[in-house]
T-cell receptor, first 114, second 114 residues
Framework: GDSVTQMEGPVTLSEEAFLTINCTYT??????LFWYVQYPGEGLQLLLK?????DKGSNKGFEATYRKETTSFHLEKGSVQVSDSAVYFC?????????????FGQGTRLTINP | NAGVMQNPRHLVRRRGQEARLRCSPM?????VYWYRQLPEEGLKFMVY????????ESGMPKERFSAEFPKEGPSILRIQQVVRGDSAAYFC????????????FGPGTRLTVL
């Protein structure tokens, strides 16, 4: 079945450091790919998405490119801030018709120190 | 426009009791999804409902769990005879009708079974 594998955490960085969180997927067809962010005590918020190969999703300085050849969707940010501390989830929505259920990775906890 | 509402935010039950979790989707949304997040894990799809219909329940445990989304009122996830392994965060998401619409998540209900 479809699955998502994320780089294990936790990840701790200093403010203004470069961030990469790796995400690879296994799916049939052409899934849509997402990054969600979860702040403490809150639900998930969509951070960015890409719906087809070579698309780049971007938001709030974060970017991820849909790479079909490597089945990857790595999250990057050039200069992180303390406010970026959260848990980040990579997810896919299967391309088959019907329910658009999301398949999530296990999450990566990110802590940014001042 | 209010977001997805879930209540209660925290629920404590003793083994063998029933847990009832409520989800009110965003205004205009007719699709509801339930996910479960076990400690330190990603979210796992449970069930997808439209008004008065269960569309996909492939992620629901075969026993003790049920879900409904009546014509009027919130969606309900019911867990009968809870066990300690049911302790988790349960998230509801809603979306507009039609494929490829973004899911908006509620803040979750954290269930603790004593």
């Amino acid at each position: 079945g479809d699955s998502v594998t994320q780089m294990e955490g936790p990840v701790t960085l200093s403010e203004e450091a470069f961030l990469t969180i790796n995400c690879t997927y296994t799916a049939t067809g052409y899934p849509s790919l997402f990054w969600y962010v979860q702040y403490p005590g809150e639900g998930l918020q969509l951070l960015l998405k890409a719906t087809k190969a070579d698309d780049k999703g971007s938001n709030k300085g974060f970017e991820a490119t849909y790479r079909k050849e490597t089945t990857s969707f790595h999250l990057e940010k050039g200069s992180v801030q303390v406010s970026d501390s959260a848990v980040y989830f990579c997810a896919l929505s299967p391309s088959s018709g019907g329910a658009q259920k999301l398949v999530f990775g296990q999450g990566t906890r990110l802590t940014i120190n001042p | 426009n209010a977001g997805v509402m879930q209540n209660p935010r925290h629920l404590v039950r003793r083994r063998g009791q029933e847990a009832r979790l409520r989800c009110s989707p965003m205004k205009g949304h007719s699709h509801v999804y339930w996910y479960r997040q076990l400690p330190e894990e990603g979210l796992k799809f449970m069930v997808y409902l439209q008004k008065e219909n269960i569309i996909d329940e492939s992620g629901m445990p075969k026993e003790r769990f049920s879900a409904e989304f009546p014509k009027e009122g919130p969606s309900i996830l019911r867990i009968q005879q809870v066990v300690r392994g049911d302790s988790a965060a349960y998230f509801c998401a809603s979306s507009l009708a039609g494929p490829n619409n973004e899911q908006f998540f509620g803040p979750g209900t954290r269930l603790t079974v004593l």
